[in-house]
């Protein structure tokens, strides 16, 4: 019997915890967060109704109620409570931020880009033959690839053609070469010796140089007060050392996109597109990040859409469901094109991976088959509020990819969001 007692009451406990989440006021209890941050709006900050023995109020926010909610007004910039008690007695604490309604120009447009690398970037060794054999000085000396070089013999290096003169004259003296490198954050240095090709004549040091990187991608959006922009959405690589470049300056121009390489799975896309550095030049880039490059324009640009600043939207404001990007398939012609966010994730700290999106529109998808290179920096919008931009493709699916929050973006440009709503508070 006492087995008997014992199963019943544990049924029943059972029971009650997988019924009592169903039950409408618990249901509704359940659902209303411990913490909000919003951006400030004219419509009403809404909160659901418990029941009517329970009642919302906030301590610095005018409030109405109707049978199923209690709308707060959000004009108001800064830190709150919303409590929700039973005859005074507290039973939920919502810690409300309200931050003040940022706003930016979207971009789309498609843009070149040219960036001066900070140093003299390594990016092979190759041998070079002597009477004696062959070897690569550059190699001996322990210069790696992917390696800057920043100074020689104390003289610093801005560009490839520095590097030449100390060469030959290091040759002919038969001297070796003081190298200081930077190899990720460390700074090292070491000696390197010229040797005289056999063949050309020529003093070498057996390493292949860059000073500089060009490509494509998206404007993202511009401050409409400061002219800062951000565009690309996720850090620019060197192509054969695969890893970041640190600028010293670059530029930006006015791109037209000439051809579509459409992507398929395994195999992503790509946009063709000219342009010239010397010429439509739009501004500059101070900042090679993992969110995305960031300078300012020298001059305005038009999408032809929204010319007009939008708000921005904080991550937990992105929702799964409908919405489009901006960018550019032909010319220089700014479209917008349908997508879905698939999900999104309510990061509270910069994260590259916010969401991912889904190519809907049917035209998109016929002209491109989904998100290809140079696409990067497209904004993507929502409920007229700009909620991010597109990164990365998905190699085995080129309509699906990664997109950046705008928060982490804007950061880059100086706006900082949250901190903001702390000084106005």
Not at 22 to 43: G, R
Not at 152 to 174: F, R, T
Not at 196 to 224: C, H
Not at 347 to 372: C, F, N, S, Y
Request: charged share 25%.
């Amino acid at each position: 019997m006492k087995v008997n007692i014992r199963f019943l009451f544990g049924y029943l406990i059972l029971v009650c915890l997988f019924t009592i989440p169903f039950i409408t006021p618990v249901k509704k209890y359940l659902s209303i967060p411990n913490e909000m941050m919003i951006m400030q709006e004219n419509s009403p900050l809404i909160f659901p109704k418990i029941s009517d023995s329970i009642k919302a109020t906030a301590k610095d926010r005018g409030m109405t109620q109707t049978k199923s909610k209690y709308e707060f007004d959000q004009q108001l910039v800064g830190s709150d409570e919303i409590i929700y008690h039973v005859n005074g007695f507290p039973i939920k604490k919502v810690n409300l931020s309200v931050l003040e309604n940022k706003k930016v120009i979207p971009g789309g447009q498609s843009i070149g880009v040219q960036l001066q690398t900070r140093g003299v970037l390594v990016v092979g060794h190759h041998l070079v033959t002597t009477e004696a054999g062959t070897k690569s000085p550059g190699e001996d000396a322990d210069i790696q690839t992917g390696d800057v070089i920043l100074k020689i013999n104390n003289q610093e290096i801005k560009k490839m053609s520095d590097i030449k003169p100390l060469v030959d004259e290091a040759g002919k003296k038969d001297t070796a070469l003081s190298v200081t490198v930077k190899r990720g954050n460390e700074i090292l240095d070491t000696t390197l010796h010229p040797i005289k090709d056999k063949q050309e004549k020529e003093y070498r040091i057996g390493l292949y140089i860059r000073d500089s990187a060009a490509g494509i991608g998206t404007m993202t959006f511009v401050d409409p007060t400061t002219k800062k922009y951000g565009a690309l959405g996720h850090i620019i690589s060197d192509m054969d050392t695969k890893k970041p470049i640190d600028i010293h300056h670059g530029t930006i121009v006015r791109s037209s996109v000439t051809s579509i390489e459409k992507g398929n799975s395994g195999e992503p896309g790509e946009k063709q597109a000219q342009f010239s550095i010397k010429e439509n030049k739009i501004g500059s880039i101070d900042k090679n990040s993992p969110f995305g490059i960031f300078g300012k324009l020298d001059k305005n640009i038009s999408n032809g859409h929204y010319d007009k600043p939008l708000s921005v939207a904080l991550p937990d404001e992105v929702k799964p469901g409908p919405a489009t990007i901006l960018t550019v398939v032909e010319g220089e012609k700014v479209e917008e094109f349908s997508v879905e966010v698939v999900s999104t994730i309510p990061q509270k700290r910069p994260a590259t991976k916010g969401m991912v999106i889904k190519v809907t529109d049917p035209k998109l998808l016929e002209k491109t088959g989904g998100i290809v290179q140079g696409m990067s920096g497209s904004p993507i919008i929502q409920d007229n509020k700009i909620i991010g931009a597109v990164t990365h493709v998905f190699v085995n699916d080129p309509t699906s990819g990664y997109g950046v929050h705008i928060e982490w973006m804007l950061q880059e440009t100086g706006i900082d969001l949250r901190n903001e709503m702390a000084h106005a508070s």
